[in-house]
């Protein structure tokens, strides 16, 4: 099992900045792949980064690159996106999800699921 606990949401002008942190525990070291997804109300939810344990492959979603970072303090277990610019069109629910196989951008691929933080960006 592996439990995950995101933070860093809030509410934020756009162009400014955020950065999320996931925090992992458990038996993170079977993990593949760290990822973010966000759900926007009344949308689906939708691959945003990923960032591959082994060798710290990084990938992401169009719509944020360039703007959104994706890394790790292996350290401390923890998994941040660090995102820039932030457009109105980034407002959502982000969710920090591991994965123990498969596709980075798929989310049924991942297996654990943190609670979710809300970043709004106000126009």
């Known amino acids: 099992q592996v439990q995950l606990v995101e933070s860093g949401g809030g509410l934020v002008q756009a162009g400014g900045s955020l950065r999320l942190s996931c925090a992992a525990s458990?038996?993170?070291?079977?993990?593949?792949?760290m990822g973010w997804f966000r759900q926007a109300p009344g949308k689906e939810r939708v691959f945003v980064a990923a960032?591959?344990?082994?060798?710290?492959?990084?990938f992401y979603a169009d719509s944020v690159k360039g703007r959104f970072t994706i890394s790790r303090n292996n350290a401390k277990n923890t998994v941040y996106l660090q995102m820039n610019s932030l457009k109105p069109e980034d407002t959502a629910v982000y969710y920090c999800?591991?994965?123990?196989?498969?596709?980075?951008?798929?989310?049924?691929?991942?297996?654990?699921w943190g609670q979710g933080t809300q970043v709004t960006v106000s126009s």
């Open positions: 999800a591991a994965s123990l196989s498969g596709r980075h951008d798929y989310g049924p691929s991942y297996h654990y």
């Open positions: 458990g038996r993170t070291s079977s993990s593949y792949a």
């Open positions: 960032l591959i344990w082994n060798g710290g492959s990084t």
